[in-house]
C-alpha cells in the first residue's frame, strides 16, 4: 500500500513529463503552428480561431488537466512530510495548492469545451470576438493557479527553513521558485519601464522548478 508521500513522489515525476510536453510545444510545436508571437507580435485573433482544434492546444488542455492533480499530491505529500513541524503553514500551503488545483481545472475544462462551441459560431467576428474573451478568461484561470502555486511553494520553503523537513537548499529552491511565479503578474500592477525587469527575474527564478521537483520527488518518494 503506497503512502501519501510516495503518491507525491510519483506526482513529482508526472510534472517532469509534464514539462517536458509544454516546453516541446512552446519551442517547436506551437511554432510550427503559427501559434506562437513572432518578433513579439502575438498571432492574430482570425488565426488562433482557425487553428482553434489544433492537437498541440488541446494536448495542452489536458496536461493543465493532469498538472492539476500532480499538485495536489505533491502538496498532500509535503503536507505529510512537514505538517508535523509546521502545521499552520502546511494546512496554508495545502489550502493554496487545492486552490491552484480548482484554477487549472477551470481553465482546461473551460478551453477544451469552448472548441466544439466556437466551431459552431457562424459569423465569424462574433467568434473571433469570443474566442478572444474566453482565451482572456482561461489565461487569467491558469495566471491565477501559477500565482497560487508560488504562494504555496513560499509557505511549504519558509516552513522547512524553519521548522526543518528538507534539505535547506531545497528549501531556498521552493521559495526562489515560488517568487518567481508571482512575479510575472506585477508588472501588470506596476506600470513603469522597470517593471519589465521583473518578468526576466521571474524566468530565472522559474527555471529552478524543475531542479526541485525532480528533488523533491525523489525525497517523497523514499519517504
Known sequence: MWG??????LAAFVQIGLMVVILLADLVLLPAAGLSPVDGQLPEAGTVLAKNNNPTLVVLDLAAL??????????????????????????????SASIASVL?????????????????????TVAVTVGLGLRTITGGLFGGGALMVGWAAILSGWAALSKGGLPKLLSWLLLISGVGLMLPLLPSAIPSPEAALLLYVGIAAKATIPIWTIWLGLLLWHG
Open 66 to 95: 493532469v498538472l492539476s492533480q500532480t499538485i495536489i499530491l505533491i502538496w498532500a505529500g509535503l503536507r505529510d512530510r512537514l505538517g508535523g513541524n509546521a502545521p499552520n503553514r502546511s494546512r496554508l500551503a495545502m489550502a
Open 104 to 124: 487549472f481545472v477551470a481553465g482546461s475544462v473551460t478551453s477544451l469545451n469552448s472548441r466544439p462551441m466556437l466551431a459552431t459560431i457562424q459569423d465569424e
Open 4 to 9: 501519501i508521500q510516495k503518491l507525491g513522489g
